[in-house]
């Protein structure tokens, strides 16, 4: 049973536009979210991260939002820049503890 | 800063045969984390240290698997035998405080291909 699921494999996207990712949980009991991007050969490194209090949080080109009711979250890049062709994860914390529930992963391609 | 350190990055052996992987963390991360991870799959947990002790290894597959942090610092996993199904990429992870900041510092990981 997949808590935490980003139901998009990949996605291309043109460079200089926006990146969304999508995510979504079921466990209504997570208080935190974060994002990691992943290159190949390279482990995961963190992106952002936001609470369950909060609805937007914002860091230069990337914004993740998170829709409570619906259990959805989403990352947004603007503008896509080369550097940004990743893997990324959308991850979660169940109050209760430290674990980090984890996506599959979403490969994003950025097309010049 | 260095970051977390982790060796060998390739492995490849034989069914039944035993598997070591090494994990340095950060210098002054308390908390270290061994992830598996599948190909097309998220990390999953399977040990997390405080310091010299295990304090959750609910997931670890322990017929098969040990793993141990002398002194709080570097980490070994093993696998003893390995199985086909255990080839995936293994990941060290560390962070300050598990309870208090929720951002986890990986390791490149070390790809075990069983054959």
């Known amino acids: 049973d997949q808590q935490v699921k980003q139901n998009s494999p990949s996605l291309s996207v043109q460079e200089g536009r926006i990146s969304i990712l999508n995510c979504d949980y079921t466990n209504s009991m997570f208080d935190y979210f974060l994002w990691y991007k992943k290159y190949p050969a390279e482990g995961p490194t963190f992106l952002i991260s936001i609470s369950s209090i909060k609805d937007k949080n914002e860091d230069g080109r990337f914004t993740v939002f998170l829709n409570k009711s619906a259990k959805h979250l989403s990352l947004h890049i603007v503008p896509s820049q080369p550097g940004d062709s990743a893997v990324y994860f959308c991850?979660?914390?169940?109050?209760?503890?430290?674990?980090?529930?984890w996506g599959a992963g979403t490969k994003l391609i950025i097309k010049p | 800063e260095a970051g977390v350190v982790q060796s060998p990055r390739y492995k490849i052996i034989e069914k039944k045969q035993p598997v070591a992987f090494w994990c340095n963390p950060i210098?002054?991360?308390?908390?270290l984390y061994w992830y598996r991870q599948n190909l097309g799959q998220g990390p999953e947990l399977l040990i997390r240290y405080e310091n010299e002790e295990a304090v959750d290894d609910s997931q670890l597959p322990k017929d098969r698997f040990s793993a141990e942090r002398l002194k709080g610092v570097d980490s070994t996993l093993k696998i003893q035998p390995a199985e086909l199904g255990d080839s995936a990429v293994y990941l060290c992870?560390?962070?300050?405080?598990?309870?208090?900041?929720?951002?986890?510092?990986f390791g490149p990981g070390t790809r075990l291909t069983v054959t």
């Open positions: 991850a979660a914390r169940p109050d209760s503890n430290y674990q980090l529930i």
């Open positions: 992870a560390s962070s300050f405080l598990a309870g208090v900041t929720y951002e986890q510092y």
């Open positions: 210098s002054g991360h308390n908390t």
